[in-house]
């Protein structure tokens, strides 16, 4: 029976929380159908205390195999490089993970705080947190860039702000079922099968965006991007299109896309999250000449109807 060991660190809980919201499987469907032993979850293990904690001691050590270690949450290095801002049991978070990681089969970072620092080490980052295997967009982080699991694999990142339920199941899916070196990562080491595409892509506002139709204030139904500080053209993440609860997105209820999942998340945004903070935003990679000039076009061809329904 494959094991799997989750910590929390610096947290929320809120991928804990989305992952047991998942459904189409739920989470009793997903751990029986990869009979995967759950040896340690602060949140939600059967039992507590010392008697949690021993449960992790063989793995630490070696004596028994551990295929997956799931970790949830930022690193707190602080203060003075102790660890002690956050602790498991009486020991810091930052020990178990540097013993456990080198005998995983696999390392999972579960959230952006855990991939990349996020919240725990946004700016002046006082408790010294950050990823497993990055700071931000540099790799390093606790474990280093050298890191390898024992399936020869880097820290396997899953961020966002919570993480979509999928993106965790179908992840530990493919690592479970023997299929974790045909995951394809992309530069910071995120699933391409989940991260690949962009957020801006499936948004139910993008004949908005295409005809440079903006909402102005909250509640219209034009684009969300130049004037509300969406940040979905450079997110990269499939949220329109998996939707959360098979439901909705935050471009679908009238919430501009935050970027949670970008290495530079919140800091990226911070002080700015609702409103553009360029007069005339460019998505990355586009040639801001060019993009203007275009988007100045499709201002003029938009049709009256279609700027009517942006202001409603």
Not at 80 to 107: I, M, N, Q, S, W
Not at 215 to 240: E, I, K, M, V, W
């Amino acid at each position: 029976m494959p094991s799997l060991i989750w910590l929390q660190g610096a947290t929320d809980n809120g991928c804990t929380i989305s992952f047991l919201n998942a459904d189409q499987p739920d989470v009793p469907q997903i751990l029986s159908k990869l009979d995967v032993e759950v040896v340690f979850h602060p949140t939600i293990s059967p039992w507590s205390g010392p008697r949690a904690l021993e449960a992790i001691a063989p793995y630490a050590s070696g004596e028994r195999p551990l295929d997956v270690l799931v970790v949830e949450g930022a690193v707190q290095n602080g203060p003075d490089g102790t660890g002690a801002f956050c602790l498991v049991g009486k020991r810091p978070l930052k020990e178990l993970v540097v013993e456990l990681a080198p005998h995983a089969g696999y390392t999972v970072a579960l959230g952006t705080c855990a991939c990349f620092g996020g919240i725990a080490a946004a700016n002046p980052n006082p408790t010294d947190a950050t990823g497993l295997q990055f700071h931000h967009e540099a790799m390093g982080g606790l474990l280093g860039p050298g890191y390898r699991s024992k399936a020869g694999l880097p820290v396997i990142n899953v961020p966002g702000c919570p993480a979509h339920p999928d993106w965790l199941s179908k992840t530990l899916g493919s690592l479970l079922l023997g299929m974790g070196d045909l995951i394809e990562l992309d530069q910071y080491n995120r699933p391409k099968m989940f991260y690949r595409s962009v957020s801006h892509w499936g948004c139910p506002r993008n004949e908005f965006f295409e005809y440079s139709c903006s909402a102005q204030s909250f509640g219209q139904n034009g684009c969300l991007y130049r004037y509300l500080g969406c940040q979905g053209p450079d997110t990269h993440a499939d949220c329109n299109r998996r939707l959360w609860n098979r439901q909705s997105s935050k471009t679908r209820v009238g919430s501009p896309c935050l970027g949670c999942t970008e290495p530079l998340f919140p800091d990226a945004g911070a002080g700015h999250f609702f409103q553009t903070e360029k007069r005339l935003p460019v998505p990355k990679g586009a040639k801001p000449l060019f993009h203007v000039i275009g988007k100045g076009f499709d201002g003029m061809a938009c049709p009256a109807w279609v700027k009517e329904v942006a202001r409603d």
